[in-house]
């Protein structure tokens, strides 16, 4: 299936009037790199081309419970230059889309670092991550890039480790490491500290969600720990907006067992509410602001015993929370769904690059597409 011929020919109209009034951070001038010739992998076939099967191609699920908004519009973009899945999460800076580590090339801890600049809508190669590993927490503040915890193993087996990316200097340096080591995380800022929420835990044979939410000061290079998350769970969406720390989604320990809740935590008061849950319970998404709304796409569900999936959900919903009336809403789906994406804001534009196009960590995708309400 050529997908080049359901999405419209207009990466032209990304170009950039918005982006063009962004304020650049300098970077140092990093190798670009050619999208990948194949849009899927299967990474325990080495990393070899994937050809979507009709039974797979059905997991995909786009139909959103919630009221219909405005429908917006998703055209391609640049695909990634190998395929991935399992970043869990990316985050930008100077107008830039940050991806690390990951699976890709028939392996789990990969140490990828892949920088994409939308107004020449090429992928370029920066400093690779100190070590490789999947479900990293990332998120970026003052011209830096935060890398915390992370698998080492597939979507098990944890490490503590910490670290930060000059952007100017295309370099990591490692920081004080994490009170307890985690993955599949969230990493959001809050008056200059990230805030590192939930996750999962070793030992990999009990993997489980956890609820801690541990707070880095990068002026003491020290952490602290605040009020846990009330609900345990990993591969959440994660946003601050307003001084507070929303958390929506995820799930408690695997993907079998998805929920749609939607936490809001108060730093005054050092606690957590809940708000409007999630209209579709899922994991695995990407999570973004646009618009002065939150936007929620992809993601997975369903269970997989001992290596046969069943009630196999790949979710390309595209639904966004108000926060100004609580109140959610759905728009145009994604165009190839997917998990485990790497999802940012540039401009008027929510980039969606790679990610998991079946249940489970099998299949990487290098496919791109964009979003606009336009």
Not at 127 to 145: F, I, K, S
Not at 169 to 192: C, N
Not at 235 to 249: A, E, L, M, P, Y
């Amino acid at each position: 299936m050529n997908r080049r011929h359901i999405l419209p020919a207009a990466a032209a109209m990304l170009a950039a009037p918005a982006l063009a009034q962004q304020h650049q951070h300098h970077v140092p001038a990093l190798r670009p790199l050619p999208s990948s010739p194949a849009p899927f992998a299967n990474v325990f076939q080495g990393g070899a081309p994937h050809h979507i099967t009709p039974q797979q191609e059905a997991q995909r699920v786009t139909a959103s419970p919630a009221p219909a908004g405005a429908p917006g519009r998703w055209v391609a973009r640049a695909d990634m230059p190998i395929p991935r899945s399992e970043m869990a999460w990316a985050t930008a800076w100077g107008g830039r889309m940050h991806v690390v580590g990951g699976y890709g090339e028939g392996r789990f801890n990969r140490a990828y670092h892949t920088i994409y600049n939308p107004q020449s809508n090429q992928w370029y190669d920066a400093a690779p991550l100190p070590r490789g590993a999947n479900h990293v927490a990332v998120v970026a503040d003052a011209g830096r890039v935060y890398a915390m915890g992370g698998f080492i193993e597939q979507n098990r087996v944890c490490d503590d480790f910490a670290f930060v990316y000059d952007i100017q200097a295309d370099r990591w340096s490692e920081i004080a490491r994490m009170p307890r080591p985690r993955g599949a995380a969230a990493a959001t800022i809050l008056e200059g500290r990230v805030h590192l929420i939930g996750g999962a835990t070793d030992p990999g044979d009990e993997r489980a969600s956890i609820g801690w939410h541990e707070v880095y000061d990068p002026v003491a290079n020290s952490w602290a720990r605040r009020r846990p998350l009330p609900a345990a769970r990993d591969h959440v969406g994660c946003v601050t907006w307003n001084g507070r720390i929303h958390v929506v989604g995820g799930r408690f320990n695997t993907f079998q067992y998805n929920t749609d809740m939607h936490h809001v935590y108060l730093p005054a008061r050092d606690t957590w509410e809940e708000l409007a849950p999630l209209p579709t319970s899922r994991s695995g998404h990407g999570m973004v602001i646009y618009r002065d709304r939150f936007f929620v796409m992809g993601g997975e569900g369903g269970i997989i015993e001992r290596g046969v999936a069943r009630d196999a959900k790949v979710f390309g919903q595209m639904e966004s929370y108000d926060p100004a009336t609580n109140t959610w809403a759905s728009h145009a789906a994604m165009p190839t769904p997917r998990h485990a994406v790497a999802a940012v804001t540039i401009g008027d534009w929510i980039y969606v690059a790679g990610g998991g196009a079946v249940l489970g960590g099998m299949v990487q995708s290098a496919i791109h597409e964009a979003f606009t309400l336009g």
